[in-house]
C-alpha cells in the first residue's frame, strides 16, 4: 500500500481549522485533523511533508511519525507548523490502518479499557474560535450575538449558577471556565488588582452558592500569568475547591511549573502546549504536573498521545485529552481516553456538539447523560460530509504522487 495524495480542506467559517486527506492506491482514505494558522500548515504540508510521504507505506506509522515529528529542524517541545502538521498525519494514518482492519483505533490501541468516559463542558459559547486573530473578547466570542442555549462563555462569566443547573440537567457534572482572561489582557499577565480579582471569582462563588459541590469546576489561565500572580490566583480560589489549575503560566520553565505545584493542593494541569514525549517526560519527572492534558492535534497525534498516557500511567498520572477545536480530534480523543487505563475525563463543547460539528463530519460520537461511548465504525468512525469541498467557502489543495 502507498500514499498517492494528499488533500487538505479548510473552511472560511472555521480559518483556523484544518483537515488533511490521506488517500492510499488502493482506495482507502484517512482523515485527519489539526487547528491554528490553518493556510501555513496547508502550506508546509504540500511543499514540505509531500514529498515525504508520498509513495510512503501508510502502514509504518511509527516510522513516518519519526521522520516528520523528530526532524532535526524541529524544537523539542515546539507545538509548532510542523508538529500540528505531523498530528494531522499521524491521526489519519491511524484511520487508514483501522479502515484496513475493520477496527476502531481504540482496539488498535489495546482495546477498551471501559465502557464509557466521563466527560466535562468546557464552557465555549457558538462562536469561540472563529476569528483567526485579534483580542481575547474576539476570539472568544465575548458580547456576541446569542446563537442558542448554550452561549456558555457569556453564561459562565455573568450567569454562572445557572449554567451549574443547566449542565447538571444534562448529567454534565463538571465545567471548565476562564474568567481572569480579561484581566491578564489588561495588564499583560504582570498584575491582578484586588477589584479585578474579586470580578473575576464571583462565578465560582455563584456556582458554588447555587449547586454547591454537585459541580467539579475547573480553571483555565491560558498561560497568560507570571509567577507571583498565578500564586495570588491560586490562593484566592482553593476554599471554592478547583478540580485542577490549567496552564496557569507559559510552559517554558518547568522550575516554575514544579513551584506552582507545590505552592498549591490543586493539581496542575498540562499541557496542550507541548508536544512530544521528551518535554512531557521532563515534566512528570518533576512532579511539576498532577493531571497530564495533551492535545492530540498538537502533540504529534495518536501515535504520541498513546506513548504520552504509557509514560504517565508510569508515573501513577492521570491524563486528560484535550479537545476545544474541531470534531476529528475529538473523535479520535475519545478513542484515547476510552483506552488508556489512567484516563480521567474527556473534555467537550456542548455548544459544538450540539451544532457545526454535526455540519463537518457524518459520524458524531455519543455524548449523553455526561459520558462518551465507543464509536463503531471501523477507523475514527467517521469522514467528512461528501459535499463539504463544494461549499463556497470551502478551499481544497491536493498533492499528488
Request: hydrophobic fraction near 45%; glycine fraction near 8%.
Amino acid at each position: 500500500m502507498k500514499i498517492t495524495a494528499l488533500e487538505t480542506v479548510q473552511l472560511g467559517e472555521f480559518p483556523n481549522l484544518l483537515w488533511l486527506r490521506v488517500h492510499t492506491g488502493q482506495g482507502l482514505v484517512g482523515l485527519g485533523e489539526t487547528f491554528y494558522a490553518a493556510d501555513t500548515v496547508a502550506t508546509y504540508i504540500h511543499e514540505i511533508l509531500a514529498e515525504k510521504l508520498l509513495g510512503a507505506d501508510p502502514l509504518r506509522i511509527d516510522k513516518i511519525s519519526r521522520q516528520i515529528s523528530h526532524d532535526y529542524t524541529i524544537g523539542t517541545g515546539s507545538t509548532g507548523v510542523e508538529i500540528r502538521a505531523a498530528s494531522a498525519v499521524d491521526i489519519a494514518l491511524w484511520d487508514i490502518l483501522g479502515r484496513l482492519t475493520g477496527q476502531p483505533i481504540h482496539q488498535l490501541l489495546g482495546g477498551l479499557s471501559r465502557d464509557r468516559i466521563r466527560i466535562y463542558n468546557t464552557c465555549a459559547g457558538y462562536h469561540y474560535v472563529r476569528h483567526a486573530t485579534g483580542k481575547i473578547e474576539e476570539k472568544f466570542g465575548l458580547n456576541a450575538k446569542s446563537a442558542g442555549p448554550y452561549e456558555d462563555l457569556d453564561a459562565f462569566m455573568n450567569r454562572a449558577d445557572d449554567l451549574a443547573e443547566s449542565l447538571l440537567s444534562e448529567g454534565i457534572t463538571a465545567m471548565k471556565i476562564w474568567p481572569f482572561d480579561w484581566a491578564a489582557e489588561a495588564n499583560a499577565g504582570n498584575y491582578i488588582s484586588a477589584a479585578e480579582l474579586d470580578k473575576a471569582v464571583e462565578p465560582f462563588r455563584k456556582i458554588r452558592k447555587r449547586v454547591g459541590r454537585k459541580i467539579d469546576i475547573m480553571v483555565e489561565l491560558h498561560s497568560l500569568w507570571n509567577l507571583p500572580t498565578a500564586k495570588k490566583i491560586f490562593s484566592a480560589l482553593e476554599e471554592f475547591e478547583p478540580f485542577w489549575f490549567e496552564d496557569p503560566v507559559k510552559m517554558t520553565n518547568l522550575d516554575v511549573i514544579e513551584q506552582l505545584a507545590r505552592f498549591t493542593r490543586v493539581p496542575i494541569c498540562a499541557s496542550e502546549t507541548l508536544a512530544g514525549r521528551i518535554v512531557f517526560r521532563d515534566l512528570m519527572a518533576r512532579n511539576a504536573a498532577g493531571i497530564i492534558m495533551p492535545d492530540l492535534g498538537w502533540v504529534g497525534g495518536i501515535g504520541e498521545a498513546k506513548k504520552i498516557a504509557t509514560m504517565a500511567e508510569a508515573h501513577h498520572l492521570p491524563v486528560a485529552p484535550h479537545d476545544c477545536v474541531g470534531p476529528v480530534v475529538l473523535t479520535s480523543s475519545i478513542h484515547l481516553a476510552l483506552n488508556a487505563p489512567n484516563a480521567l475525563i474527556q473534555e467537550t463543547v456542548r455548544a459544538y456538539i450540539s451544532t457545526w460539528y454535526k455540519d463537518i463530519v457524518t459520524v458524531m460520537p455519543t455524548i449523553k447523560d455526561g459520558y462518551a461511548y465507543p464509536m463503531t465504525g471501523p477507523g475514527l468512525g467517521t469522514e467528512l460530509l461528501p459535499d463539504l469541498h463544494k461549499r463556497k467557502d470551502a478551499k481544497v489543495r491536493w498533492s499528488r504522487a
